[in-house]
């Protein structure tokens, strides 16, 4: 049974954002720290990405834990360490949660046949004990896409003269590559 009256649940459920939500702060200030500038919810991307890092080709998805269902498996929704599925409707939380989950994935696969990365972050990957690590792991995947991308390309050298010569080692005496 639910401890609120219809009333109070709405006007709790009203309360909650889609948009500036702490998680989506934390990684918006951690990424702008470390140097990288972003785009907010972009409206002709599927989904509405969080950030969206062009000269990457990236968007990035902050999801708040119960609503995404992080770590919930879908064959068998059960509560997880961080997503806790209520008692009270629960058909309707489970019908919700994974509703939500099928569409993150399909739009991200959209996203991904149009040639953009995402990456996704959960809110229990943003408390104070793993914050940095989270945040630290963003940046390397960035900057690994950006190589992946725009990364210097090898073009073999020619080869010289000189390299092909054999030429004296450090022990060996020098007389016998020296014409006298």
């Not at 972009?42 to 119960?66: E, M, S, W």
Request: proline residues 5%; contains cysteine; positive net charge.
């Amino acid at each position: 049974m639910d401890r609120l009256t219809a009333q109070q649940r709405h006007q709790n459920m009203a309360a909650i954002r889609s948009k500036d939500t702490k998680p989506e702060m934390i990684v918006r200030r951690g990424l702008w720290k470390r140097g990288f500038r972003y785009r907010l919810n972009h409206k002709r991307l599927p989904g509405h990405p969080d950030l969206v890092l062009r000269k990457y080709r990236t968007c990035i998805f902050v999801n708040g834990c119960f609503w995404h269902g992080h770590l919930v498996d879908i064959q068998k929704p059960e509560n997880s360490e961080c997503c806790k599925i209520p008692k009270t409707n629960r058909d309707f939380w489970v019908a919700k949660i994974l509703r939500n989950k099928e569409r993150d994935r399909e739009e991200q696969r959209t996203l991904a046949k149009m040639g953009w990365h995402c990456i996704t972050i959960w809110e229990c990957e943003l408390k104070p004990q793993k914050r940095e690590e989270t945040l630290d792991s963003i940046a390397f995947t960035l900057n690994h896409i950006w190589l992946q991308d725009h990364g210097a390309k090898s073009i073999p050298y020619p080869k010289l003269e000189e390299e092909n010569m054999q030429m004296p080692m450090a022990a060996e005496d020098i007389e016998m590559f020296v014409d006298l």
